[in-house]
C-alpha cells in the first residue's frame, strides 16, 4: 500500500528543523503545520503578509483582517509580525524563508515543477508559487505519485521525464516526498530514491514513474 | 490641500472609461468594498485593473466583472471566481498573470520611479519565454500571447553565483483605490493585520491615489511612528459607510470546554 495523506504529512513534518521559517502551500502542505515534530520550533510565513501565523482561530473568534494565502481565517502567535506584499516577497525573493513545501500536478527528474494551469481548461494563476519556488533555498513537493481518475483509480504518473503542463519554475525541486517514496533531486545529477513506502517495492515504484531515477545505496523504508 | 471629501462618489467623480486602476486586497481582505460600490453605480467601462485577485463571483471587484465595466486584468490569482474564468476563456476579458511577487515588486518599481528590474522568478517558464494567453477568441481559441522577456545572467548578491534573471516592468495607474484602517487628514495612513497586502506600494503607484478608511482622525492623532503610508501618497480620503468586510473561508477549531 502506498502512504495514507496523513502518512505523507508525518514525513514531510520530519524534514523541519528548529528555527526554520517556512512557507506552506495549499492542500497537504498546510497540513504540515499539524505534525511539527516535538523540541522543533518553527515560524510559518504566509505570502500575503505575516510571520507566526498560528492555529485556526475559536469558532466566532475569526477576524476577516487575518487570513492565511489560501484566504482561511487564522491566529497570530505571540511575536507575529505583519508586512506588505513587496515585504513578503522581498523575505521569499532574497532567501530569507529557509523551506518552501507545496503541491504540484508535475515533477520531472530534472526537479521542474508544473502546479499552476492546464491550459484551456484549468485557468487560477500562479500566486506565489512561482516566486517561492524561485527564491527558497529549499523547496519540498508533497503529492500524490499518480494522478487519479474521477473514480479513484490510479492513473497516470505525475513524476514525469519531462513536464508536459506550463511550468512553475525550472530545475528547483530539492526534495519529493509522495505516497510511494522520498526523492532527491540534484542539479546535474537528477533524481534518487532514498525511501520507499513500506509495502512497495523498488519495481513497484518504477512502474508508476514515468522519469528515471537511481535508487541511493542506503534505501531504506519509510518510518512510519 | 482638504484631502477628505464628503462620498465615495465625489471621490471618484473623473475617474473615466478606460482608465487604469490599482486596487488593494488579497481575496476578500482588504478591499475598498465602498469605492469599488461607487465605481459600480458610476457605470464606468472598459477598466484595466491591476489587482492581486479579482474577488468572487458577487464580492470585491468581481462586482465590476460581473457589470462588463472591466476590460483586463493584471493579477496573480484568479481561482475564485468562476464568472473570471468564463469571460477569459471567450474572450471577453483580457488578463495578464504575473507571479505574485513580481507583481508586488512591479508595483512599488512603478511607484518609485524604477522602469524595470531582473527577478529570477518565471525564469524559464512562460512568464520568461512568453506565450502565456492575453486573450482568448469567442471560439475558446487564444488569440494573443505574451512576449518573450529579456534575460540576463547575473551574480545573485546573496550567494555570489551566477544565475539567469528576467526582466519585469514597473507599473504605475490613473488611480489607485484601496481601504485603510485608520487615517489622519493628511492621509497618514495605518492598516490592520494582513489586510494591508498590496496597499501600501499601490498608493505609490498611481497619479490619484484614493483612500476609504474605517476610521478617520485628527492630524496629529497618529504617532508617527506607526505609520504605514505617509500622507503625501494620498490624494483623496473617505470615511466607509459600509464596514462590509468579507471572510472567504471560515476555518475555525472547536473551543475547548472548561473541564468540568
Redesign the interface.
Same mark, same amino acid.
Not at chain 1, 487560477?124 to 516566486?131: E, F, I, N, P
Not at chain 1, 506550463?166 to 530545475?171: D, E, Q, S, V
Given at each position: 500500500m502506498p502512504l495514507t495523506r496523513d502518512q505523507i504529512v508525518a514525513r514531510a513534518a520530519r524534514e523541519l528543523r528548529d528555527g526554520y521559517t517556512v512557507n506552506l502551500g495549499i492542500g497537504i502542505p498546510t497540513l504540515v503545520a499539524n505534525a511539527v515534530p516535538a523540541g522543533v520550533d518553527i515560524v510559518l510565513q &504566509?505570502?500575503?503578509?505575516?510571520l507566526g501565523v498560528g492555529?485556526?482561530?475559536?469558532? %466566532?473568534?475569526?477576524?476577516?483582517?487575518? =487570513?492565511? $494565502?489560501? @484566504?482561511?481565517? =487564522?491566529t #497570530?502567535l505571540p511575536g507575529a509580525s505583519?508586512? &506588505?506584499? $513587496?515585504d &513578503?516577497? %522581498?523575505m =521569499?525573493? %532574497?532567501?530569507h524563508v529557509d523551506l518552501t513545501i507545496l503541491g504540484a500536478m508535475q515533477v520531472s527528474g530534472r526537479g521542474?515543477i508544473a502546479n499552476w494551469m492546464i491550459? %484551456?481548461k484549468m485557468? @487560477?494563476?500562479?500566486?506565489? $508559487?512561482?516566486?517561492l519556488v #524561485?527564491?527558497s533555498p529549499r523547496v519540498i513537493v508533497t503529492m500524490e505519485h499518480c494522478a487519479r481518475s474521477a473514480e479513484g483509480a490510479k492513473g497516470e504518473p505525475k513524476v514525469v521525464a519531462e513536464c508536459t503542463l506550463?511550468?512553475?519554475? @525550472? #530545475?528547483c525541486v530539492d526534495l519529493l516526498i509522495t505516497d510511494y517514496g522520498v526523492f532527491s533531486i540534484e542539479r546535474g545529477v537528477g533524481m534518487t530514491l532514498l525511501e520507499h513506502a513500506p509495502d512497495l517495492s523498488v519495481d513497484d515504484i518504477r512502474k508508476g514513474t514515468g522519469a528515471a531515477f537511481a535508487v541511493s545505496p542506503s534505501l531504506k523504508p519509510i518510518a512510519i | 490641500m482638504k484631502k477628505l471629501l464628503g462620498s465615495a462618489k465625489d471621490a471618484l467623480a473623473d475617474v473615466d472609461d478606460g482608465a487604469v486602476l490599482m486596487v488593494g486586497g488579497f481575496g476578500l481582505c482588504g478591499n475598498p468594498e465602498n469605492l469599488i460600490a461607487a465605481l459600480h453605480q458610476r457605470g464606468t467601462r472598459g477598466l484595466t485593473l491591476i489587482s492581486n485577485n479579482c474577488g468572487t463571483t458577487d464580492k470585491g471587484l468581481g462586482v465590476l466583472l460581473a457589470a462588463g465595466q472591466v476590460k483586463k486584468m493584471v493579477s496573480s490569482y484568479v481561482g475564485e471566481n468562476k464568472e473570471f474564468e468564463r469571460r477569459y476563456l471567450t474572450g471577453e476579458l483580457d488578463v495578464e498573470l504575473n507571479p505574485q511577487g513580481t507583481l508586488a515588486e512591479r508595483i512599488r518599481a512603478g511607484g518609485a520611479g524604477i522602469p524595470a528590474f531582473f527577478t529570477a522568478t518565471g525564469v524559464g517558464t512562460a512568464v520568461s519565454e512568453g506565450g502565456l494567453p492575453l486573450r482568448y477568441k469567442k471560439d475558446g481559441s487564444v488569440d494573443v500571447v505574451s512576449a518573450k522577456k529579456e534575460t540576463r545572467v547575473l551574480v545573485d548578491p546573496r550567494s555570489g553565483r551566477e544565475r539567469t534573471y528576467v526582466q519585469e516592468t514597473g507599473l504605475f495607474a490613473d488611480f489607485c483605490l484601496v481601504r485603510a484602517h485608520t487615517a489622519d487628514e493628511s492621509g497618514n495612513l495605518i492598516f490592520r493585520k494582513t489586510a494591508r497586502n498590496f496597499s501600501p506600494m499601490m498608493c505609490t503607484a498611481a497619479r490619484v491615489t484614493v483612500v476609504e478608511a474605517e476610521n478617520i482622525v485628527p492630524v496629529g492623532a497618529l504617532d508617527p511612528d506607526q505609520i504605514h503610508v505617509p500622507g503625501i501618497y494620498v490624494g483623496r480620503l473617505v470615511l466607509v459607510t459600509s464596514r462590509a468586510n468579507w471572510i472567504e473561508q471560515k476555518t475555525t477549531r472547536p473551543r475547548p470546554t472548561p473541564a468540568a
Open positions: &504566509s505570502e500575503n503578509g505575516m492555529p485556526f482561530p475559536y469558532e %466566532g473568534d475569526e477576524d476577516p483582517d487575518l =487570513i492565511n $494565502a489560501g @484566504k482561511q481565517t =487564522i #497570530a505583519f508586512f &506588505s506584499s $513587496a &513578503s516577497f %522581498g =521569499i525573493r %532574497g532567501g521542474d491550459p %484551456g485557468v @487560477k494563476g500562479m500566486g506565489g $508559487a512561482m516566486d #524561485a527564491g506550463p511550468l512553475t519554475g @525550472k #530545475a | -
